[in-house]
């Protein structure tokens, strides 16, 4: 126990998540609808990766950096949105300190991981439009396994340092996480709050210049040429990505780059539910809801046709 008579987490080997502990009235609306939404990603993603296999019209580089997409969000919605609805649903809100620390590694692993595959697929979206002839040998299929690998290993070598540096750093010295999962911030104390504000921008600043850079390439070869029927389908495909893609960062800025006072904790906690939730459900809609390559595969799938 500390001098402030405040019990370590570490030594007590549990967290309390505090969650929406202060409205427990709405705790049951916030389970059904959370519940929809994680309902909602499983079936999307599941859909674009099963209909991204079976079909051999969508073996294309696109199409298999979706289905990993998708594949990352049906990973990090289950790695804290089952946690978050157990809590919820039942009285005891805790997690072991040992579940905690693995549950911020898999989300800073998935997190970071999809942050770089955004900045490879807005590569595949410029070389479609301002390479098209040359597409098939730049975006050959061996390199674009390459590219979703190092996606995946920058992703968890990133998240190892960082959960190194929160395992070692003091915690707030007490059990109790204001937050309704084991998520960065919550977990840290104002100074180090300012260190991961800092080292955040930097990383976010490396990852949207490039994608700053292709749409501006992209937006500039769309303006020099006609819009054939083709071209506006690869357009599209490049408005959905950039749609996703604003939405991710801008959320991500939210929660990672305001200052340590800069907003109320339970702005904070919404902001989160709605990256951790409702994002990842909107991806399959986004990418899909007007594409007809991806509704006439689902149509056959279905028995629709």
Known sequence: MN??????ASSEG???????????????VFFVVILIFYLMTLVGSLLIIILSYLDSHLHTPLYFFLSNLSFLDLCYTTSSIPQLLDNLWGLEKTISYAGCMVQLYFVLTLGTTECVL????????????CRPLHYTVLMHPRF???????????????????????????LCGHRQ????????????TH????????????????LLTP???????IVQAVLRMQLTAGLRKVFGTCGAHLMVVSLFFFLAMC??????????????????LFYTVVTPSLNPLIYTLRNKDVRGPMKRLMGWE
Request: aromatic content about 18%; hydrophobic content about 50%; some cysteine.
């Open 14 to 28: 549990y967290f309390i998540l505090v969650g929406f502990s202060n409205w427990p009235y709405l705790e049951v």
């Open 211 to 217: 994608i700053f850079t292709s749409y501006g390439a």
């Open 144 to 170: 674009c396994r390459l590219l979703a690998v190092a996606s995946w290993v920058s992703g968890f070598t990133t998240s190892a340092l960082n959960s190194s540096f929160t395992f070692w750093v003091p």
């Open 118 to 129: 955004l900045m490879v697929m807005s590569y595949d979206r410029y070389a479609a439009v």
């Open 191 to 206: 100074a180090n709050k300012l260190t991961l504000m800092i080292t955040s921008s930097i990383f976010v600043l490396l």
């Open 3 to 8: 001098d402030d008579g405040k019990v370590n």
């Open 177 to 188: 996480v204001d937050h309704f999962f084991c998520e960065v911030p919550a977990l840290f």
């Open 255 to 272: 929660m990672y780059l305001q200052p340590p006072s800069g907003n109320s904790r339970d702005q904070s906690k919404f902001i989160v």
